[in-house]
């Protein structure tokens, strides 16, 4: 099916013009520099809202093309033509041995006034552009604890010398409840991770099975999809109370969107309410 070009109305009062002189579709074609089929596409439309040479004299050319190209019975976001499930499409390419031609084929037998194979592949790229698979995951109570910094910092002022010093928002978030812990630390240093995950279990009143933190250096030595290495005090530290740790994967903050959601609660909290 070949995609109709929308002309200027320029071109269309012209074509509109040879039109009525008895010029060919063709030749009008050759005059304006453009396909036949667009020609004789637009006649068509003047024809079929009863528009001929000469128009009127207060016909404006917004008023000319909402009279050629409205889409006259059919709601904004909808197609004129039965579109298939895509969804179910998506998951049918899946299967050993299915292609798009196949899909089309079969969605032309369902509906032979359906859309050509072009128009389908377009529609079908178009959908699953839009689509951003995620899994859904669930917690068991006790299960995750998720623990960040945040990527901002809070500046502290010393009363006595005035020097602002910045210090670092540690949080911590349980999986199943989302039960929020934060603190202030200076640094992120291994003395300040450690230290901020002892204060985090006493506030718990205890220990989950796992603590899954980010690839920061104080927790993960060597970051890796399938085999990442753990800090060895931070290791000694997990196995002092009984604890597993599962870093995220790099470059995958969905992994630890728990603590995210956390750490921007704790900003607006910490950071937007003692901005001044």
């Known amino acids: 099916m070949p995609a109709m070009r929308r002309l200027a109305m320029r071109q269309l009062r012209q074509m509109l013009r040879l039109a009525a002189s008895g010029t060919s579709s063709r030749e009008i074609a050759v005059v304006l520099g453009i396909a036949r089929s667009t020609v004789q596409d637009n006649l068509q439309r003047a024809a079929a809202v009863g528009l001929s040479w000469p ?5 404006t050319d ?28 998506a998951v049918e390419l899946k ?12 969605y032309r037998g369902s509906h032979p006034e359906g859309y050509g194979y072009g128009r389908f592949c377009e529609l079908f790229r178009g959908f699953e552009q839009r689509l951003s698979p995620t899994m859904r995951q669930e917690h068991a109570a006790g299960d995750k604890v998720f623990v ?93 109370y009984g604890v597993g740790v599962l870093p995220v994967r790099p470059i995958k903050p969905r ?22």
């Open 55 to 59: 128009l009127p004299a207060d016909l």
């Open 95 to 106: 299967k050993p041995g299915v292609t798009l031609l196949i899909l089309w084929e079969e």
């Open 148 to 240: 960040d910094y945040s990527g901002r910092k809070i500046p502290i002022v010393d009363r006595k010398t005035g020097e602002i010093r910045e210090a670092e928002i540690f949080g911590a978030v349980l999986g199943a409840s989302s039960f929020t812990y934060a603190e202030a630390t200076w640094t992120q240093t291994l003395p300040d991770w450690i230290g901020s995950h002892v204060r985090m279990f006493r506030f718990f009143g205890g220990v989950p099975r796992l603590i899954v933190p980010d690839n920061l250096k104080s927790g993960v030595s060597r970051a890796s999809f399938c085999d990442p290495e753990i800090n060895r005090s931070y290791g000694m530290m997990a196995s002092h």
């Open 255 to 276: 992994d630890k969107s728990k603590v995210e959601n956390g750490i921007r609660f704790a900003q607006s909290c910490i950071l937007g309410r003692l901005r001044n």
């Open 62 to 89: 917004d008023t000319l093309e909402n009279k050629l190209f409205a889409r006259n019975g059919v709601k904004q976001g909808t197609r004129r033509r039965v579109e298939p499930n895509w969804a179910e499409l």
